[in-house]
């Protein structure tokens, strides 16, 4: 295991869908860490997501889930290697029933300003997928 990782705890309406929807995006679910009431997505050696079911979530947090669908809740920005990489991610995303959220022009302009290149997708809980590719200079 790496040094530091991410783990995104995220609350999911169906858990069987949830899997689904993620692994058609080309991440892989750890069965060491997945049972009835939450799968562990491996989305690289660093970032894991944990589906949880809405039950489930409830033993983590006092306050209520957020409803997704109608707030957003957070954004999860994810840096690729390439704009190309972008397109596959958040197609594959709306062909696993994912939606895609348009950016308000303005936004889109200034990051075409700075060299990046991003898409909004929703994921079925309505969790924002922001995966973007920016070139950074060398070191």
């Not at 840096?79 to 994912?98: F, I, N, S, Y």
């Not at 300003?113 to 969790?127: A, I, N, P, Q, S």
């Amino acid at each position: 295991m790496a040094n530091k990782m991410i783990f995104l705890n995220l609350p999911v309406a169906d858990l069987d869908a949830a899997k689904a929807f993620y692994e058609a995006l080309g991440w892989s679910i750890n069965p060491d860490f997945t049972d009835e009431n939450a799968a562990c997505v491996v989305v690289d050696d660093n970032i894991c997501l944990m589906l949880l079911t809405r039950e489930f979530y409830t033993t983590f947090a006092e306050r209520p889930i957020a409803d997704t669908a109608k707030f957003s809740a957070a954004a999860y920005a994810l840096a690729l290697p390439d704009r190309e990489a972008v397109d596959e991610l958040t197609d594959a995303a709306l062909k696993a029933g994912g939606t895609e959220e348009t950016a308000k022009q303005d936004r889109r302009a200034q990051e075409a300003e700075v060299g990046m290149y991003g898409r909004t997708f929703l994921d079925l809980d309505g969790h924002q997928w922001e995966p973007f590719y920016m070139p950074y200079p060398q070191a």
